[in-house]
């Protein structure tokens, strides 16, 4: 479902639910516009309950200036407009104060985006505007002016976020994707310096590598009752893996096994909050069902249930702490957690390039004592039985990087060695 199919109004009250739902917002903070095709933009009026919005709360601005609504625009619409001037191009434009991202505008710096080819893809270089009084020209000036040079996302010191895109769900991506690269990166640093992503493993054609799959052929099937309930389950815990924080809306893919020789797998694109069993993707023997785009790591999928006919489910997905230890490019040592032994026995971290160009490699390790593997500045994939019990296992392997860096940080209060 594309937030693009509905009335700007529609789209900006669905988008702050969004929004407020994952706390990246306060009841009155934040706000989000949408510029049609007449000129006139769409946004959240001033001191509206966030958690209640509705889209007959929204207002209009028109081009020449009148208003429509039962309420006053936000007062950050000159900021809005000022970024529609600057840049032409963009279609809505997201401000909020999401705590992570608010950390490092008090430090007066942006996230490095290169820790995470997602936020990079996305965002690119985070600008930085300088601290103004909220609301002046001078801030006004200086956001624009970032967004008018080709930023897409400026973090404001000592405020909070702008994000923009074409579309509403191209600004909700970036905001969500760098909010929780943020969030990941001050957890990184609890456990060393991060490394970023070369400039070779972030050039245009790495990234993008995962898609430069040959077109898979159409064809056409029957759905059995085995695929109809798959279909039910997955959307089942991918809602689960969201609530969970283990996905991210535009990050992660989940596939079953229907067959010795299909599966079905998230598509390309997908807004996993709104994933439909109808959405899901059946994949046998390297062709797609009719009309279908799967996901971008179909590859790696395929290679594991190609290679392992024991293994009924696969998850790839970028949890924050799990995440945080890949961008560090440390091992989750799942010794130090004898609990975790029997779910997941080791865990081996490959190269980032192996996710996108050399899948084989990762795949080979697969095995009963080694049932997930971490990826370098992505996270992890995790192969059961079943999705419950690959889901288990994502579960466990998240937990027990949680817990693992807040046991280093209160060594590191009693030891100041302790983090190296």
């Known amino acids: 479902m594309k ?143 970032k967004f008018g040079d080709g930023a897409w996302s400026v973090v404001m010191a000592r405020h909070g976020m702008v994000c923009a895109g074409k579309t509403a769900d191209d600004a909700f991506a970036r905001f969500d994707t760098l909010e929780f690269a943020a969030r990941a990166e001050l957890r990184a640093r609890l456990l060393g310096d991060p490394i970023p992503l070369s400039p070779a493993e972030l050039a245009h054609e790495r990234v993008r590598a995962a898609a430069a799959i040959a077109p898979l052929r159409r064809i056409p099937h029957t759905e059995s009752l085995q695929e109809i309930e798959a279909r039910e389950v997955i959307c089942e815990f991918m809602e689960r893996g969201l609530r969970h924080r283990l996905f991210m809306p535009s990050v992660g893919t989940v596939s079953a096994r229907i067959s010795p020789d299909a599966f079905l797998i998230t598509p390309h694109p997908c807004d996993r909050p709104s994933l439909r069993p109808s959405d899901l993707v059946l994949v046998r023997e390297g062709k797609a069902e009719e009309g279908r785009a799967p996901s971008r790591m179909t590859h790696l999928h395929e290679a ?51 996710l996108y160009l050399h899948p084989e490699k990762a795949v080979a390790g697969l095995d009963d004592e080694h049932p997930a593997f971490t990826i370098c500045n992505n996270g992890a994939v995790v192969a059961g039985r079943d999705l419950f019990e690959a889901y288990d296992r994502l579960e466990s392997l998240e937990n027990a990087a949680d817990a693992l860096i807040g046991s280093i940080a209160l060594a590191h209060g009693f030891n100041e060695g302790a983090l190296r």
């Open 3 to 145: 937030l693009e199919s509905f009335h700007p109004r529609d789209r900006i009250a669905m988008l702050m639910s969004r929004i407020y739902g994952h706390r990246l917002t306060t009841t009155f903070g934040g706000n989000v516009s949408v510029l049609d095709e007449s000129g006139d933009i769409w946004i959240t009026p001033a001191r509206v309950d966030k958690g209640s919005l509705t889209p007959r709360d929204i207002v209009r601005v028109r081009a020449d200036g009148t208003v429509d609504g039962r309420y006053a625009p936000s007062s950050e619409y000159p900021l809005h407009r000022a970024i529609y001037d600057a840049r032409p191009d963009l279609g809505c434009v997201l401000h909020a104060h999401p705590t992570s991202l608010v950390a490092f505008a008090l430090a007066g710096r942006a996230p490095d985006s290169r820790l995470l080819a997602e936020t990079w893809r996305r965002n690119g270089v985070v600008q930085v505007s300088p601290w103004a009084e909220s609301g002046s020209d001078e801030q006004r000036e200086s956001v624009a002016g």
């Open 304 to 354: 594991i249930y190609l290679s392992h006919p024991g293994v009924g489910a696969v998850i790839n997905a970028s949890p924050l702490n799990t995440l945080a230890f890949s961008m560090c490019r440390r091992r989750i040592d799942i010794a130090a957690l004898p609990e975790l032994r029997r779910p997941l026995p080791e865990v081996p971290m490959v190269p980032f390039d192996t």
